[in-house]
């Protein structure tokens, strides 16, 4: 698969000791994404949450699903960063399409690839 090409990624904001605390980072993570939520479709990235190690007796990570090219989603990732800060970490590693169908049904109806 050509780099350029969108793909689902996952974005890992790991060090939220509670549920609660890495659920309350999607609103201004929302933000960073779509500035202005009552823009005409579509947004420029498909993007989705969820929470991963809530039941592991560790930390709780909010991973935030997206679609779109290799370069983008390092450009996300560090304007992620930069928004959690410390002591949170941000990772990101290549997502299960079949896990984020949501995404790329997203990007396929915006984009009129039916």
């Not at 609660?20 to 609103?27: F, K, N, P, Y």
């Not at 939520?37 to 039941?55: K, M, N, Q, V, Y």
């Not at 992620?80 to 990101?92: D, I, K, N, Q, S």
């Amino acid at each position: 698969m050509n780099e350029d090409e969108p793909r689902v990624y996952e974005i890992r904001i790991h060090g939220c000791p509670t549920s609660g605390e890495a659920l309350a980072l999607q609103d201004p993570i929302e933000r960073l994404l779509c500035p202005d939520p009552d823009h005409a479709p579509p947004c420029e990235i498909p993007w989705s949450f969820t929470l991963a190690g809530r039941d592991t007796g560790t930390s709780t990570a909010l991973v935030l699903g997206v679609y779109t090219s290799s370069a983008r989603v390092t450009q996300v990732a560090d304007r992620v960063r930069r928004l959690v800060g410390e002591p949170r970490t941000v990772a990101v590693s290549e997502g299960d399409a079949g896990e984020w169908e949501e995404l790329v049904e997203q990007y396929r109806f915006e984009k009129g690839l039916g």
